[in-house]
T-cell receptor
Framework: DAMVIQNPRYQVTQFGKPVTLSCSQTLNHNVMYWYQQKSSQAPKLLFHYYDKDFNNEADTPDNFQSRRPNTSFCFLDIRSPGLGDAAMYLC???????????????FGPGTRLTVT | GDSVTQMEGPVTLSEEAFLTINCTYT??????LFWYVQYPGEGLQLLLKATKADDKGSNKGFEATYRKETTSFHLEKGSVQVSDSAVYFCALSDRWAAGNKLTFGGGTRVLVKP
């Protein structure tokens, strides 16, 4: 009973070639997040969607974009990947408003991006 | 702003040893506290949580108590197994954080040897 699904699990792209990572969820959560994680460091939030409202983090490069066509799906687009964009990309979901104090996020398995 | 500080690793233990990972936090509101675990090549899994002072979260033999007086949420397990080898992240979500945003600690790598 997968709850947050990310495809593909491994993605190889060429330097400068646009790439799209996908995330879907069966939790019917209204908030979806994209994180970048390097070398088991703490995940770094890139942006999140609160319903249809897009919220970008101040230090997220313009090279990263996102789309959320419906509640269940969210995409991460990297317009011109550089070698420094090689990382694990994690999708997560959460529900707002909070019920019974449950503010946790649920994470997918991640997509490992390699840039050649 | 909010912050989470956890002990640096790696922490290397023998099987059946006692594990403690220290976590302290700074928050302006009333945070919920979490421990997430990340196994090699995987995403983060919620290990346990606590939503108010003195709550104890527990799961899979792990425990952590929300201590508001010491602003701490230390993770403990009485007898670790090789399968507990992973990276552990302490995190908080402040009551006023828009969209349940999480603030993470730096992560602690734990290696359990047979």
């Amino acid at each position: 009973d997968a709850m947050v699904i990310q495809n593909p699990r491994y993605q190889v792209t060429q330097f400068g070639k646009p790439v799209t990572l996908s995330c879907s969820q069966t939790l019917n959560h209204n908030v979806m997040y994209w994180y970048q994680q390097k070398s088991s460091q703490a995940p770094k939030l890139l942006f999140h969607y609160y319903d249809k409202d897009f919220n970008n983090e101040a230090d997220t490069p313009d090279n990263f974009q996102s789309r959320r066509p419906n509640t269940s799906f969210c995409f991460l687009d990297i317009r011109s990947p550089g070698l420094g964009d090689a990382a694990m990309y994690l999708c997560a979901t959460s529900r707002v408003p909070v019920e019974f104090g449950s503010r946790e996020q649920y994470f997918g398995p991640g997509t490992r991006l390699t840039v050649t | 702003g909010d912050s989470v500080t956890q002990m640096e690793g790696p922490v290397t233990l023998s099987e059946e040893a006692f594990l403690t990972i220290n976590c302290t936090y700074t928050a302006t509101g009333y945070p919920s506290l979490f421990w997430y675990v990340q196994y090699p090549g995987e995403g983060l899994q919620l290990l346990l949580k606590a939503t108010k002072a003195d709550d104890k979260g527990s799961n899979k033999g792990f425990e952590a108590t929300y201590r508001k007086e010491t602003t701490s949420f230390h993770l403990e397990k009485g007898s670790v197994q090789v399968s507990d080898s992973a990276v552990y992240f302490c995190a908080l979500s402040d009551r006023w954080a828009a969209g349940n945003k999480l603030t993470f600690g730096g992560g602690t790598r734990v290696l359990v040897k047979p």
